[in-house]
């Protein structure tokens, strides 16, 4: 047994424990539901005080925030959840955590740019419209309604729930995503930082997921897709899960008009999230967008540029294709539509807001 050598709060020894090897959720759960996190070490640990220290000086260092269930910041959804987290490690605000209105949009990784565009589409206007865009920050569906989200400059703060340590973005390619969600809302875990994000993780995340969120929204998902997992935690939690129509023909929409068949709200726009959420003061230029094409802006040279695009992504080369101009000139025609606020890069694809 360790001898106390430091004055340490709490929340270190929470850090401690859940840094512990194979220790998950559950486990850390079951212990901080009888004895204070300090005792449970004690008993547990498996190293020196000097240890928890050193990991607590790294998430201070980090800006690492660790909400115990009676921290101010502790996310009210989840007090009385019946799987509810003995500790979670923030980046950002945590009292974002706390606030409402919140929706999660869902999907797979490997979307169609129907997906990606209706995700980032769905990510700008209920951000506008003071809803919270909750998601996991993988690649896909989730990477694309974030940056719909952070692409609404004066909109509400998004939420991303991932599986491993904040000290180690995942997938390496969204290290620029989690920096602006972090910047302008919050980046939630269950795992300290150290921890490597593992298989096992995701599933059990996709809880937390459905905890935060309102209402859940699956925008394209395969027959059997890990959004499922996500679905059916809304559906355990008594959460409205909507699901958005595709082709019949297409194998990315398999699951979500599965969705639809066994009884899910259909979501063609923003319109009907904002209705399921009962937001009546729902900002009329947000509804708008929803329900068809605004008119153009007057951008001068770039006016030809900005019609070649569409709110379904466009590759550069059919950029290049459609608007007639030389590789440079599109580039900075593209960084200058960028600049205005009207399109917006979706990692080398290109989408009109």
Not at 130 to 144: K, P
């Amino acid at each position: 047994m360790s001898t106390r050598v430091l004055d340490l709060p709490e929340e270190a020894y929470a850090v401690a424990l859940a840094s512990i090897p194979n220790v998950g959720p559950a486990t850390l759960r079951r212990w901080l539901q009888t004895e204070a996190a300090s005792a449970a070490w004690r008993r547990v640990g498996t190293g020196p005080e000097t240890a928890v220290a050193q990991l607590w000086e790294l998430h201070s260092r980090l800006g690492i925030a660790v909400l115990l269930s009676d921290h101010p910041s502790y996310p009210s959804r989840l007090s009385g959840d019946p799987e509810r987290p003995a500790v979670l490690f923030c980046l950002g605000d945590p009292a974002v955590l706390r606030r409402t209105p919140t929706v999660a949009l869902v999907g797979t990784r490997a979307p169609t740019r129907y997906g990606l565009g209706v995700a980032a589409q769905f990510g700008t206007e209920l951000s506008a419209a003071g809803v919270s865009v909750v998601s996991g920050l993988a690649l896909g569906i989730d990477g694309a309604a974030h940056e719909g989200a952070c692409a609404c400059t004066d909109g509400a703060p998004p939420i991303a729930v991932v599986a491993g340590g904040l000290d180690d973005p995942y997938p390496r390619s969204h290290v620029r995503l989690w920096q602006r969600v972090a910047a302008r809302g919050a980046v939630v875990s269950e795992s300290p930082a150290g921890v490597r994000t593992e298989k096992w993780r995701f599933p059990v995340r996709n809880r937390l997921l459905a905890g935060l969120s309102d209402v859940v929204v699956v925008i394209e998902s395969r027959h059997g897709g890990g959004s499922r997992h996500t679905v059916d935690a809304a559906m355990t939690r008594d959460k409205p899960v909507g699901a958005v129509p595709g082709s019949i023909r297409s194998a990315t929409s398999e699951g979500t008009n599965a969705l639809l068949a066994d009884g899910c709200f259909p979501v063609c726009s923003a319109a009907d999230v904002l209705m399921a959420l009962s937001l009546a003061g729902a900002p009329v230029s947000v509804t708008r967008a929803a329900r068809g094409p605004q008119a153009s802006p007057e951008l001068g040279e770039d006016q030809a540029l900005y019609d070649a695009l569409s709110h379904d992504p466009t590759a550069l080369d059919d950029l290049l294709a459609l608007s007639g101009l030389g590789l440079t000139n599109l580039c900075a025609g593209l960084q200058r539509l960028a600049r205005a606020g009207v399109a917006r890069d979706l990692g080398g694809w290109w989408v009109r807001t």
